[in-house]
């Protein structure tokens, strides 16, 4: 008997799997993080051209196999198309995608991953927040999610105005974690805490943050 999987999620990553189908990864929020198969999906013409992209959030329904999820239908409610002409961003993106792929399991609730991605996401879209901001509240919050993250005196002697800044992050719901603001001095000891956290937690080469660092340096 055939077993069919409706999920909601987004596509973390693409890779081409013979001459014209695509193997994907999916953050979900029912399974976690599920590999895929989508036949055709590069043929000219395919109905999944667009639905198996970067960043595609909606709901997809799979065809389970013994050894393999099968991509049989898709519905995106939001493509991020807004990359295809803003190649930093698209890095700041992908970047936060290797992240949450390095941490997400298989069979796992994974729905506050995959909220903490979504509007991370958002958040370089808009206007009133710079990449770099969204991208140090998103690597803070993240560490903080997975209970990983190491007591900040260990990083080193900083100000109590980040120690507030710390305590909002942790506190603060999803959907309100990218309203507020910092001084550069803040800013500056974010980004140095960030940066520790990511260093002693991150045991893996992150080809994404590599490129994002030389594009804007």
């Given amino acids: 008997m055939q077993e069919f999987l409706k999920v909601t999620g987004m596509v973390i ?6 001459e014209y189908d ?4 999916l953050l979900t929020r029912e399974r976690g993080k599920i590999t895929a198969f ?10 999944f051209l667009g639905t198996t992209d970067m960043f595609a959030f909606g709901n997809f329904d799979l065809y389970v196999g013994r050894t ?3 991509v049989q239908n898709a519905e995106i409610s939001n493509y991020f198309d807004n990359f295809r002409m803003d190649m ?19 069979n796992n609730d994974e ?3 995959l909220l903490l991605l979504y509007r991370a996401l958002q958040g370089l879209k808009s206007e009133k927040l710079t990449n770099d901001f969204v991208r140090r509240v998103f690597e803070i919050k993240l560490f903080m999610i997975e209970g990983e993250f190491i007591p900040v005196e260990k990083a080193g002697e900083f100000s109590e105005a980040l120690n507030k800044t710390l305590e909002y992050i942790h506190a603060s719901s999803i959907e309100k974690l990218f309203n507020f603001g910092l001084s550069e001095s803040l800013f500056k000891e974010l980004s140095e805490v960030a940066d520790y956290e990511r260093r002693h937690l991150v ?3 992150l080809s994404s943050l590599e490129i994002l660092e030389t594009m804007t340096s």
């Fill in 203 to 205: 045991d893996k080469k």
């Fill in 68 to 70: 393999s999820y099968n």
């Fill in 111 to 113: 729905s506050e991953l």
């Fill in 22 to 25: 695509r193997r994907i990864t």
């Fill in 88 to 106: 930093v961003g698209a890095y700041y993106g992908m970047y936060f995608a290797e992240l949450a792929e390095f941490y997400a399991l298989e």
């Fill in 38 to 47: 989508v036949k055709s999906a590069r043929r000219q013409g395919s109905r």
């Fill in 13 to 18: 990553g693409v890779f081409p799997q013979g």
